[in-house]
């Protein structure tokens, strides 16, 4: 089994408001039931695998770029809104956080009988899974979370996450069947964490002398002690810095938002009226739902389509996030019915957007895109997790709270 990929991250604290969930249960599985329509149900598998688009995706849908609870939280909401419908999209989310990870083998023994799958090898999957990231890996990281995607024709991805209490950090472990080749020799692309630590990897091939040694009870003290072979890791603050983004890719979004890049392409001018802030959301979202893998190595930058629920970068444009989910869920609808105008035209965006790039030139403009953004929020009734903002105190108080968080950790 090769792993697609982990990624470590900070751990997260924070009320989720139901303002929030319920639009990012709306964005989300419409952004889901986009690419099923555009690639197929298993393209959504393949993206859910891959650790920066699963950030990404989480970003673009209000939640902070970097937080821990961006797995809970996203997959949360979406199984309120997917499996109800899983009748008709062929996918399930099973599993879930804390005790409700424990349930996975049973719900995907249920989703086999109904579907004459192999339920003992998918379970088997489902469990060997989980117990290689929690016991094969010993990296300090005790899972508490396992959500377990499966088709109705056997696909899977396998998202678990874990918790180191000492460093305040989490780790999530992402999975996909296709590439299945062993779940002991090798199944990870690399092990993400803290730089420098030394993790036990049993699962590594070069560890294969340590399992016969240790199967066979000859070695008590096996020294193959791997050093971290991949480093996808998240800063141990939330504010978002020019470092984390790639600014050409922004700046070429927000110059097609601002300043009547649809005028440029005849086939988006259906998008012509939509407002700048909800057209700069469609842009990234269009990205999420269109990108290839090597445009989400940058998952901050999502983090500017609506903003996040902390006010890092900025406040939740409410206004412009109805707007947006409006716009998905009309593209979504009316592609059930044959008219793909719209969906065409979303698909444009992404490319226009990718062709925008080619003649802007990046320069420092964060600083001023934060003050516009906070002002706008102030004036129009931008959200945090704490309510409405209040002019001047809810920008003190996220950047207080950000520091008192980090105040130690943030130097990255």
């Given at each position: 089994m090769i792993n697609s990929g982990m990624i470590g991250m900070p751990l997260h604290f924070g009320k989720m408001p139901r303002w929030l969930t319920e639009r990012m249960g709306s964005m989300g599985s419409t952004i889901i039931e986009s690419i099923v329509q555009n690639y197929g149900k298993s393209e959504v598998l393949t993206r859910l695998s891959d650790p920066n688009w699963f950030q990404a995706f989480g970003a673009v849908m209000g939640m902070q770029w970097n937080s821990s609870g961006v797995t809970a939280v996203v997959l949360g909401s979406l199984k309120g809104k997917i499996n109800p419908r899983a009748n008709d999209m062929g996918i399930y989310i099973l599993g879930g956080k804390g005790k409700y990870s424990w349930q996975a083998p049973n719900q995907v023994k249920r989703v086999s009988h109904k579907h004459g799958l192999n339920g003992n090898e998918l379970v088997k999957a489902c469990q060997l899974t989980r117990k290689v990231d929690n016991n094969a890996i010993q990296d300090g990281y005790n899972l508490y979370q396992q959500y377990f995607i499966l088709t109705d024709d056997g696909e899977w991805t396998s998202i678990s996450q874990g918790m180191n209490t000492s460093n305040r950090r989490a780790r999530r472990y992402h999975w996909h069947s296709p590439t299945v080749r062993s779940f002991v020799d090798d199944p990870h692309t690399g092990i993400v964490g803290v730089q420098n630590q030394k993790v036990l990897n049993?699962?590594?091939?070069?560890?294969?002398?340590?399992?016969?040694n240790i199967v066979n009870l000859v070695n008590e003290n096996p020294k193959e002690v791997l050093d971290a072979s991949k480093h996808i890791k998240m800063p141990n603050r939330h504010d978002v810095r020019e470092q984390d983004i790639n600014m050409t890719r922004l700046g070429a979004t927000l110059n097609m938002a601002y300043n009547n890049g649809v005028d440029n392409f005849e086939d988006l001018l259906m998008l012509k009226g939509v407002g700048p802030r909800t057209l700069k959301a469609l842009a990234l979202t269009s990205e999420v739902i269109h990108g290839d893998s090597s445009r989400f190595d940058d998952p901050a930058r999502f983090s500017f389509a609506l903003g996040g629920k902390d006010g890092l970068p900025h406040p939740i444009d409410t206004e412009a996030y109805d707007e947006t989910i409006e716009m998905l869920s009309d593209s979504v609808e009316k592609s059930r019915l044959g008219y793909n105008d719209k969906s065409k035209a979303l698909k444009r965006l992404h490319r226009a957007t990718v062709e925008g790039e080619k003649g802007f030139t990046p320069f420092s403009f964060l600083e001023d895109l934060l003050d516009i953004e906070w002002k706008h929020a102030e004036k129009n009734g931008g959200m945090t997790f704490m309510g409405e903002v209040i002019p001047g105190a809810t920008k003190m108080i996220t950047s207080l709270a950000n520091s008192f968080l980090y105040q130690n950790r943030g130097k990255n």
């Open positions: 049993l699962a590594d091939k070069r560890a294969f002398l340590a399992r016969q």
